[in-house]
Each structure stands twice: as C-alpha cells, then as structure tokens.
C-alpha cells in the first residue's frame, strides 16, 4: 500500500450545523477518497472553550480550542475548514490564506462586496488549494444529469427552471435573520445553492431580474433579510433561467427542483427522489415517446458510493463527495470542481439579484477580481 499523507484539519465553529456534517464528512472523506491524502480531524474551534471540548468529545475531533488565529498560524495544520456564519468567513479564509493553508469554506461565500473581492485577492496569491461548500451537484443523480447535458443528450437548453423551497424561517432561523449577524436572505442562504446547480448544468448566467419577498408573519418579526423571491436569468447561452426560492413555503423542508428542456429532450430532478433523474429523449422520427422516463442512477455512476442502485443517498454523500474532490486536487495539484473563485463567481449573480430587486429592472453580475 503506498504511503498516505496525512493532512490535519481545523475546523472553525464545528458545533454548529454544518460542524456537526462536516465532522461526519471529514471522517467518511478519509474512507471513500482513493487519493493518498487522507484527512485527520485535528483540532475543532469554537467561539468558546467549553464548547470546543464537548464538540471535540461529541464529534471524534483530537483537540479543542477557542482562538482560531492560534490555530491557523501552526504549522501542524494542513487545512482549515470554515463554518462560522458567513460574515466571518473573509476575515478567517484571508488569514489562512496567506499562511499558506489549504482552504474549504463553506456557501455563501461572504455577504459583503469587499469581502468577497478580499477573499478572490488572497485566494490568486495563495498556495493552498480552495473549496467553497456547494455540496448539492455532488448528488450522483445531479452529476449524471450534468453529464446528460454536457453530452448534448438534450441538445442545446432553450430554458431551465430551478426551485430551492423550506419551511425553515417559520421557526427561529438565528443569525440568518439579521445583517449583522451574517443573515443574507434565502436569495444568497439557499438561492446561491440553486445558482451553483444552474452554472454547474446549463452555464453562466449574463443578467437577472429578480424581487425579493419578506412576510412579517407577527408584529415581532424583526428580520431584516428576505425570505424568499423569484427570478428570470438569461444564461450566457441565450437560454432562459426562471428561479424560485423561499423559506416561507410550508410543507416544503429541503425541496430542491429543476427541469431542464433542450432542443433534443428534458431532464428533472428533486431531491426529495435523489436517486432519480427523469429522462425525455425524442426518438429519431421527432415524435414524442410518452413522456419522462424514470432512471435510477446506475451503480458505478461517479457520486454513488455502493455497487447496487437505488440503495438511497442522502445529505452527507454530495459533502463527502465535495471533500474527496477537494483532497484530489490537494494531492494532484488541479482546482476542485467549486473553488473560492467560483463561489465569488455565484455571489456576484446573487448581488445582481439583490440591485435588481431594488432598482426594479434586468442587472448583469458585477464580477469580483476583474
Ligand atoms: N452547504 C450546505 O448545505 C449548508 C447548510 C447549512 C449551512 N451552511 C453554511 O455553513 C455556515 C455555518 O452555518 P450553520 O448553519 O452551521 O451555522 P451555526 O450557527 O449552526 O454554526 C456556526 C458556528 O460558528 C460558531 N462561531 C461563531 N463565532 C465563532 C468564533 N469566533 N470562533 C469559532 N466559532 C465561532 C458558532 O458558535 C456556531 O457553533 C454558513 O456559511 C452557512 O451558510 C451550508
């Protein structure tokens, strides 16, 4: 067996949400990678010590501390993993950065333009290989539904429709609710999401025009973020995106949506039925053969771990995934599939999307590091 490479992580604010399926990730990313670069959960970080150490206990992470900087300027650390709310992502990836880790930070990338373009400055100048966490088109079924339209299964995209629906901010949703605390809406929360998916499968959007909703459903509600909105996008292509989002949607907990219609044929996908991509081809005559096919994603399709379908996938394939690629390209030296830059790349659509439903009309992404 050849000799792996241990590469130790740090993960800064691992007992919330996200530390909690990172944590899980990292260790099944040191089981599924087949590159030699294996991920050791070294140390976890947490705004407060005892936090840290129930993290650490709860999660398999060696040590806790309270003090991210001190983490990052060891040399023992191979790799930092961020996933505080978004707000602190610049200053934590910045410092990393320049200290020559390698870098996962988790969507959306930043909320503010100048953090984003510090990030794209530092992320050019860096050593360390980046990711940003679009976990979503790491599904196998999402993957095989890229390469049907890469591979002109469908001809060309004339429109692709893309919807992200939760119920979530019918409950307390935390810090996502206000600016200052590093909310940014469901138009860059979840909407980022279904902006990685649309470039991932039809392209680079060149202009949106969108409105944002924000529902007071009490007198107490003091959210200054949107809840949620709608809209069109013309893809660089020509092609014609309509977007759907929203965290007001009752019944609806993670109900990710897309149906693309090509000039050959279509292609949906939800992924409350992950494991299937419906699949229309026009026979050779042009006629219509009846509709959708239901495929189940075959067994050894990139993306599925077991070698039977339709054993089921979840939510922490697609991150460990994500990781896997990450590691590959630590070891080969290539991007990751989503890197920093790609993650600036989305947040520039989604800061169109927010000028747009302020000024009421079509904006074209400003990109960051131009
Ligand atoms: N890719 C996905 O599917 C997905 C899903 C959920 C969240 N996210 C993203 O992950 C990030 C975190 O979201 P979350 O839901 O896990 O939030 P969370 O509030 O559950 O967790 C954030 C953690 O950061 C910690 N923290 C705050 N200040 C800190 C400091 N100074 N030092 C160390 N730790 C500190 C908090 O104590 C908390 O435990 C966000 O960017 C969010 O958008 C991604």
């Known amino acids: 067996m050849a000799d792996s490479q241990e590469l130790k992580v740090a993960i800064i604010g691992g007992a919330g949400f996200m530390g909690s399926a990172h944590s899980k990730s990292w260790a099944l990313a040191a089981l599924q990678t087949p590159t030699d670069a294996k991920p050791v959960k070294a140390v976890v970080v947490e705004r407060d010590l005892d936090l840290a150490l129930a993290t650490a206990e709860k999660f398999g992470w ?35 950065l320049e200290r020559g880790k390698h870098v996962f930070c988790e969507k959306p990338i930043a909320n503010a333009r100048e953090d984003v373009e510090r990030i794209v400055t530092a992320a050019r100048a860096a050593s360390g290989v980046t990711a940003i966490g679009f976990n979503y ?3 196998a079924s999402i993957q095989y539904a890229a390469h049907l339209v890469a591979s002109g ?23 996502r609710r206000y600016k200052a605390r590093g909310g940014s809406g469901a138009s860059s929360d979840i909407g980022s999401h279904i902006l990685d998916l649309a470039h991932y499968l039809v392209g680079d959007i060149a202009e949106v025009n969108a409105s944002l909703t924000t529902v007071k459903l009490t007198d107490d509600d003091d959210s200054d973020v949107d809840d949620g909105g709608a809209f069109l996008a013309h893809f660089d292509t020509g092609a014609l995106g309509i977007f759907s989002f929203s965290q007001k ?41 009846g509709g959708f096919v239901a495929t189940p994603v075959a067994a050894g399709a990139p993306g599925v771990w077991f070698g039977s379908s339709s054993l089921g996938s979840g939510y922490l394939e697609p991150s460990t995934n994500l990781m896997v690629d990450f590691l590959g390209a630590i070891e080969g030296g290539d991007r990751p599939q989503g890197d920093l830059e790609h993650g600036a790349r ?23 590091g131009a």
Request: hydrophobic share 40%.
């Open 137 to 139: 088109r790491h599904n």
């Open 62 to 96: 060696a040590e806790a501390a309270d003090d991210w900087k001190a983490i990052v300027d060891r040399d023992d650390i191979d790799i930092i993993d961020v996933v505080t709310p978004p707000h602190m992502h610049a200053d934590i990836v910045c410092y990393a």
């Open 249 to 289: 949607s009752h019944g609806n907990f993670a109900h990710i949506r897309f149906e693309i219609d090509g000039t050959e044929g279509g292609i949906g996908f939800d992924w409350n039925q992950r494991d299937v991509v419906r699949v229309f081809r026009k026979a050779a005559d042009g006629r219509s053969q």
């Open 153 to 175: 299964a469908i001809g060309d995209v004339i429109q692709a429709r893309f919807e992200y629906h939760q119920d979530d901010a019918f409950s307390d949703m935390g810090w």
């Open 346 to 368: 989305i947040q520039s659509v989604v800061d169109a999307v927010w000028k747009s439903a302020e000024t009421r009309s079509w904006v074209a992404p400003e990109p960051f």
